[in-house]
């Protein structure tokens, strides 16, 4: 059953070609730093660490690159912001969007005190991590070959609630093509689809959700969370569905024993631009087929949907539009960049130190 409704969306997405700026299409985004392209780059290490200033404050990351990186092949970006509290490292292991996004560079960034902007415990603000985004892509196209065309972005839970305040943004937000939060706390987003910290950069913001009905830290009807008020996730969807002008209702497609619900909208007669993934029995966690960090950690089991999988087709059918394709919000430097630190790359035998003591400290943490 679940096969067939990844082919049909599969196949929505890519049919509005179009309407949304694809490769076929001649109007995509032909701009962005090429700088990176031609420099050797250090693929022994699983992940690559760096370092760069933004807003005055050291800020850090993390890059996995695919096997066969070359650096004369421009490559999609995929940035992967984690929940609170944890770092970026948590997301890695737990999504396995490496595993699941091999033709894509997946960079994960750190929040500061573990956490991302929007919640009450936050140490930064919107715009820091807004400010601390635009510097992170910019420094990944001086040191990797990059397609800005193709830059996309998800996360998790207080991760994901950053991601839809991207989605809201019309300057660094524009930088990417779609978006897909999981288990999203949206508490930047909560009064409605006029929300005036709400301004899309186009017309058109693909946009797949994935969320747990049975979720006990971001409830899905919404309500006092632990960071602030959390909207309820159909309040979120119909506001978008409003942004993007969507038709309603959706088209929704059941499955497992009618207990994953998979709804899509068409939206400026573009279907599938909006899609959504509740699934009813799940937790607050990373939707994955088989065991992961967050099922362990919420007590739940794997569930019927594997979320990496599922985000990396609606990303391949999405491209940043051009300037000139009746868009807004265009510009391919938004923000101005910080003064970027030197990368220091670890050396492979220390890094495995760290990641290991890593993984201890995220199985105590977990546990």
């Known amino acids: 059953m679940w096969k067939y ?25 032909t701009g962005g730093d090429l700088s990176g392209c031609g420099r050797p780059a250090n693929i022994s290490s699983s992940s690559l660490p760096h370092l760069v200033t933004s807003g005055g404050m050291v800020r850090t990351y993390t890059v996995h690159l695919p096997s066969n ?10 940035v992967g912001y984690h929940g609170h509290p944890g770092i970026g490292l948590y997301l890695e292991l737990d999504s396995r969007l490496d595993e699941f996004a091999p033709d894509k560079i997946v960079v994960y960034p750190n929040g ?8 009450n415990y936050s140490k930064t603000t919107v715009p820091q991590d807004l400010q601390f985004t635009a510097d992170l892509l910019a420094d990944v196209r001086t ?29 660094v937000g524009g930088e990417f093509a ?22 899309p950069a186009r017309d058109l913001t693909p946009i797949l ?46 499955g497992s024993n009618n207990t994953v619900h998979h709804l899509m909208w068409t939206c400026r007669g ?28 919420a007590g739940d089991v794997p569930t019927h949907i594997q979320a990496s999988q599922i985000m990396q087709g609606f990303f391949r059918s999405y491209t940043r539009p051009s300037a000139d394709s009746g868009t807004k919000g265009n510009a391919s430097s938004p923000v101005a960049r910080s003064k970027t630190c030197r990368v220091r790359s670890l050396h492979h035998g220390w890094m495995m130190v760290l990641n290991a003591a890593t993984i201890a400290a995220l199985t105590s943490h977990l546990m």
């Open 143 to 171: 040191r990797y070959c990059v397609d800005s065309a193709r830059v996309y972005a998800t996360g998790m839970s207080n991760g994901a609630g950053f991601v839809g305040a991207l989605a809201c943004n019309d300057t």
């Open 209 to 254: 959700e994935f969320h747990g009905g049975a979720d006990e830290s971001v409830f899905y009807d919404g309500g006092q969370g632990e960071g602030g008020y959390e909207p309820p996730i159909a309040d979120w969807l119909s506001w978008w569905a409003d942004r993007n002008d969507c038709q309603t209702p959706p088209e929704q497609q059941d």
């Open 69 to 78: 990186y070359s650096s004369t092949q421009q490559y999609p970006v995929l």
């Open 112 to 119: 500061v005190d573990q956490a991302w902007a929007g919640a």
């Open 5 to 29: 409704v990844l082919l049909s969306s599969l196949l929505a997405t890519r049919a509005v070609s179009t309407a949304l700026g694809k490769r076929d299409s001649g109007n995509i985004y």
């Open 270 to 297: 573009a279907r599938g631009v909006l899609q959504h993934y509740k699934v009813d029995t799940m937790k607050h966690v990373w939707p994955s087929t088989d065991p992961n960090f967050s099922q362990l950690a």
């Open 178 to 199: 779609a978006f897909a939060p999981v288990a999203g706390a949206y508490y930047t987003d909560a009064h409605g689809p006029d929300d005036d910290g709400c301004k």
